[in-house]
Each structure stands twice: as C-alpha cells, then as structure tokens.
C-alpha cells in the first residue's frame, strides 16, 4: 500500500469514527423513567414560554410551560380555584448557581445543568396522583447525557409518575403546582 493509500484509508477510518460517536450520543428523547415519564413526551420543551424562575440552593431554575399550560396561566388559574386543563405541561430545568464575580452587581448565573424536571396533567392516566405525573432526569455533562432521577437524587425519585406527587400535596388548593406565573 503506498502513502496516498493509506493517507486515504486513515481519513476514511477517521470520518466513520466520527460518525459512529455522533450517532452514539444520546438522543435523550429515548430516555424514559421505568414505570413513569418518558423524556419524549415533553419533545420541544426547550423553546417552550418561560412561566417563573427560581433559586433554590445551589440552583437556579427556569421553569416552562407548553401552550395549554401558559393558557391556564393567562385564564386564571390555579388563582381562580380552577383546575389546569389536560396536556398541561411543565419542564423544570435547573443549573448550578454561579456567582459572576467580575460582572456589575455580581449576579448568580446558569453554571453546569443539573437536571430537568417534568409535570403533565392527564386525570385519567394519574389518577392516584393528582391527576399529575412526574418525572425526574438527572444530567450528566461529563457524559452528554440524561438518566431517570432515583433513590439516590437529592430529592430521592422513586420509579414512577408519581415521584412528585407527596412534595406537591401540600399544594394541593392549587391544583398541586407551586410556580406562579410571572408578572410581564
């Protein structure tokens, strides 16, 4: 074999490696909480309408809403006592607080992501919980990857819809959510 030849056969080599990593990446959509949520389910959430942020610990939140979600909103509820419409949906993506110590006023800004948390509202599929089901996915950055929360996540998720459901009871009057939408 001479140089060209084998020039050409490393490039080849080079390119299908490539190709395998990129398609090795995780889609995160097929990830999935064994007996509860799949990621799939909330397909588009990144470019969903922001509800509220928060700060929480080490963690700064944003949270979002799909369209029949900032509708309830807009309507009332859960204020008015109403509860929110099936296909309500809500993601909850949280990163690591980061203060930006060389920035005006030293604000705390999105580090590393943590996690992301997801609600939808189907009284029928959740009925034992609310009429809400929950899901938890931990983020890996080391790895690009997203896996299902579990016992040993802060906090503790169980492998199901329902791992949220005993935080949100005590909210219960309104609907089981605690974000309230944002003034604009």
């Avoid at 020039?7 to 090795?24: D, E």
């Avoid at 909330?42 to 963690?59: A, P, Q, R, T």
């Avoid at 509708?71 to 690591?96: E, L, Q, R, S, T």
């Avoid at 110590?101 to 800004?109: I, K, N, S, T, V």
Wanted: glycine share 8%; charged share 20%.
């Amino acid at each position: 074999m001479n140089l060209a030849s084998k020039y050409v056969a490393a490039l080849t080599a080079c390119a299908a490696l490539t190709a395998t990593i990129a398609f090795a990446a995780q889609d995160k959509y097929s990830v999935k909480v064994p007996g509860g949520l799949a990621f799939s389910e909330f397909k588009g959430y990144e470019s969903w309408e922001l509800i509220s942020v928060s700060h929480n610990g080490d963690h700064l939140a944003a949270i979002l809403g799909n369209p029949a979600m900032i509708n309830a909103y807009k309507a009332g509820i859960p204020a008015n006592g109403k509860p929110f419409p099936d296909g309500a949906k809500m993601a909850k993506v949280h990163w690591d607080a980061v203060k930006k110590e060389a920035y005006p006023g030293q604000p705390w800004a999105p580090g590393k992501q943590a996690d992301v948390d997801f609600m939808v509202k189907d009284v029928k599929r959740f009925a034992d919980s609310g009429g809400w089901g929950y899901g938890a996915f931990k983020y890996n950055a080391a790895a690009d990857a997203f896996s299902p929360a579990d016992t040993s996540s802060k906090p503790p998720q169980e492998h199901d819809a329902k791992c949220g459901f005993a935080c949100h009871t005590i909210v219960k009057n309104r609907d089981f959510v605690f974000t309230e939408y944002g003034h604009r």
